[in-house]
């Protein structure tokens, strides 16, 4: 059970540095500094859907 925690939370750290990269390397190629946070708010997106996966078996056990 804690190795499905830790890999989940390695990926939800993933998801939003990699959402936060992401927006900060369109914003530079566009100029328009908002898609900083678009980036950042998907990355979170992404990473509860990760979360709520990977708890998911653990949820259906109880």
Excluded at 4 to 15: D, I, P, Q
């Amino acid at each position: 059970m804690i190795g499905r925690l830790l890999a989940a939370a390695g990926a939800f750290t993933g998801t939003v540095i990699g959402g936060f990269l992401l927006g900060l390397l369109v914003a530079r190629a566009t100029g328009a500094g908002w898609w900083i946070a678009v980036g950042l708010f998907a990355g979170l997106a992404v990473g509860v859907v990760v979360i709520a996966a990977a708890l998911r078996p653990f949820l259906r056990s109880s």
